[in-house]
């Protein structure tokens, strides 16, 4: 089981996952960044998000490579 001082927390919350009641204040009270994720996993944002950054990755890569290539 892993101790609960602070040199292990990042480590425990890399394995585990965050709780919502343990989220920081700095994104949103808890309540409502769980409701936000809720939502935007069932309407499909956080999909259309990873397409989004995946092309632009993908372009990057391709004007990079074309870039330096002799």
Known sequence: M???GPSTRPLAVATTGVQWRDLPTLYAQWKTAHERHRRWSADGTWELLLQR???EAE???SVTST???P
Do not use: I, N, R
């Open 2 to 4: 892993l101790g609960a």
């Open 53 to 55: 950054v995946q092309a």
């Open 59 to 61: 372009a990057d890569a």
């Open 67 to 69: 870039a330096t290539s």
